[in-house]
């Protein structure tokens, strides 16, 4: 992330297109583009809400790019205006803050005029960029605004003067929205929806955290150890379990220093593991206790015996 401070250090022209791309991998920080329809990474649902204008704006679902619906920004009429193809999206912003904006789009098949983005206001440096790539493409701007509520526009056709085609549309999808300025504490990856927080690499987990969590409470969900007191389980001799540590340096089933060092202990599962130790540790408490009865019946009954003999003895030693 240092190098993006320097790509975009000086608040001039910030159209970066391909050199975004490769500078930024596909993260994001604070991700702004939060509304609940078509086109988003997180919450994607079907819906167009958030997006406003004359064009026709809707979910469709016949060739999404992500997800299962895109955006649909379809010309309204072949009038000659411009607002019967536009469509906008606005954010809250902070003044003098660099905004990271990456869309998604892709053409109609039988458009009249190349879609564009066009018109955006708030935005320092903005110059309008037409679509032409029939395919699914990636656009990446980074602006510094000058509004607090930037306007982000999309044309389904950018020829205004002619008018086009209620044919033109252009598909939107993937949109991310993240202000470069903002401390990256939370990190949210549009591919699988994992959560980073104060790193950059969740990897497979759907929340990673690069620090200490507090919380009243946390409920892990997992498979419980009462099989130790079922019919048929192999409960190790204390031989067993003392050769197991002579060779070992652990207990059985119970990961060693080393294997924690490197992989990290597991609540849930650690949880079961101790408590299989605590529930073995009992039943060899028991049997302890069976063997001391047994014990203790023995010792009686040999003082009984010695008594008596001592008995005998005295007898004896009268005749
Ligand atoms: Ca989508």
Redesign the pocket.
Known sequence: MTSLKILFGSRKVTFLSLLYYLAIPNTHAQELYNEGN???TIN?ADSSIGWTGDSVITSDGSD???????LKIASFDNRGNEEGRRASYTFDAVIGDTYLISIWVKPGVTNTSAPAFAGWSGFSGFANVTITNPNWTRFDFAFTVTTTSPIIRVYAGRNFTTGGSTDDYVLV??ISIANQNFPAITNIFPENGNVGIGTLEPGVWKLAVDGKIRAKEIRVETAWADYVFEEGYLLPTLKEVRDHINEKGHLPNIPSAREVELNGVELGEMNRLLLEKVEELTLYILELEDKNMDQSKDIIALKAMEQRISSLEDVLKKD
């Open positions: 078509a086109a988003s994607e999404p790019f992500s997800g299962n619906y895109s999808d993937r």
